[in-house]
């Protein structure tokens, strides 16, 4: 579910915070990529259907991992940043500051800065108690900051020193990426 104001997947432990326009154009893409085929097989085309299908799928899965997949999950004990290739697990008594310069960046107490691909910048409510003396710029960044200590709030804080920082690299979307880059060589040499 994804609502206007940037957070989406609701769970019962965690919030995922991302940028909704990730979905909307993976799905435009798939829409045109499968009218295309459909295109291509109304008319016996196979040898084309073949040769774009993995082709269509490397552009698909190059959407997912840079539009979709990386995002902001808020936890009881963790900070979590998916990033394309690499996801961060924060505890929260190592997270010194959140801010926001045209994407989060998550510092630590050690002064390690942790950028986050995926997290959307939301913009705040327009209401009267907003402070006019911040210029319309600067305060257009501050949602995802306020949006993750709302999330915060939402899914409780848990007691410090239960967790560990982890970061870990995300092999299976990029050997899924090879495989079908492999296909797409390998169809074009067998049908060209």
Excluded: K
């Amino acid at each position: 579910m994804i609502r206007g104001d940037g957070v989406s997947g609701r769970g019962t432990d965690r919030i995922v915070i991302r940028g909704a326009s990730g979905w909307w154009i993976s799905g435009v893409l798939a829409a045109l990529f499968a009218y295309l085929l459909i295109d291509a097989a109304v008319r016996a085309e196979w040898a084309i259907v073949l040769l774009s299908l993995p082709w269509m799928g490397v552009v698909l899965l190059g959407c997912w991992m840079l539009l979709i997949r990386p995002c902001v999950i808020v936890a009881p004990a963790t900070l979590t940043v998916v990033n394309v290739f690499r996801t961060h697990t924060i505890p929260w008594h190592e997270v010194a500051e959140l801010h926001v310069r045209y994407q989060l960046v998550v510092e630590l107490t050690d002064g390690t800065a942790i950028r986050a691909w995926g997290s959307p910048t939301v913009r705040p409510r327009r209401d009267r108690e907003a402070d006019v003396s911040t210029s319309h710029r600067s305060r257009a960044f501050v949602g995802v900051v306020e949006a993750i200590d709302h999330a915060r709030d939402d899914v409780g804080r848990a007691p410090t020193g239960e967790a560990a920082r982890t970061v870990s690299v995300a092999w299976l979307p990029l050997l899924a990426l090879a495989l079908a880059v492999a296909l797409g060589v390998t169809a074009a040499g067998l049908l060209l």
